[in-house]
């Protein structure tokens, strides 16, 4: 991680104080793996991801990373809908990390799925 990135995702959080860095820091390892992932599958898919489609990486990330303490772990960061990612992903936007397409907007991730079904069912007996 670079300095400069550590110095932005610091001041980010402290300036809107509603999710941990570790939040954005997640975020930013989701978008790339999703980026990744979803290329590797569709080579003709632009870089580009839409709301839903990183909102579905981003679960399914923390998923693989914290299996069943992922709803703990979104809680703690601050994290209580998909809305949160979003508007990490525009926090990021505005600080000039993260690019966007005239086509996005904030409300593509608006309540896409819920965190108790998504963090919390995969666990369930």
Not at 55 to 65: C, H, V
Not at 80 to 86: P, Q, S
Not at 99 to 118: C, I, P, Q, Y
Request: proline share 2%.
């Amino acid at each position: 991680m670079s300095n400069d990135l550590y110095r932005v995702v610091t001041e980010i959080a402290a300036q809107h104080n509603l999710y941990a860095a570790n939040a954005y820091y997640f975020i930013l390892d989701a978008l790339s793996v999703t980026a990744r992932k979803v290329k590797k599958q569709n080579p003709s898919h632009s870089r580009h991801l839409s709301g839903l489609e990183l909102s579905n990486g981003i679960k399914n990330y923390a998923l693989k990373r914290f299996g069943c303490m992922s709803y703990t772990v979104m809680k703690v960061w601050g994290l209580h809908r998909t809305n949160d990612f979003g508007s990490i992903v525009y926090h990021l936007i505005n600080a000039g990390v993260l690019g966007k397409s005239d086509e996005d907007s904030l409300e593509d991730f608006n309540d896409l799925f819920d965190f108790t079904s998504a963090f919390l069912k995969p666990f369930n007996p």
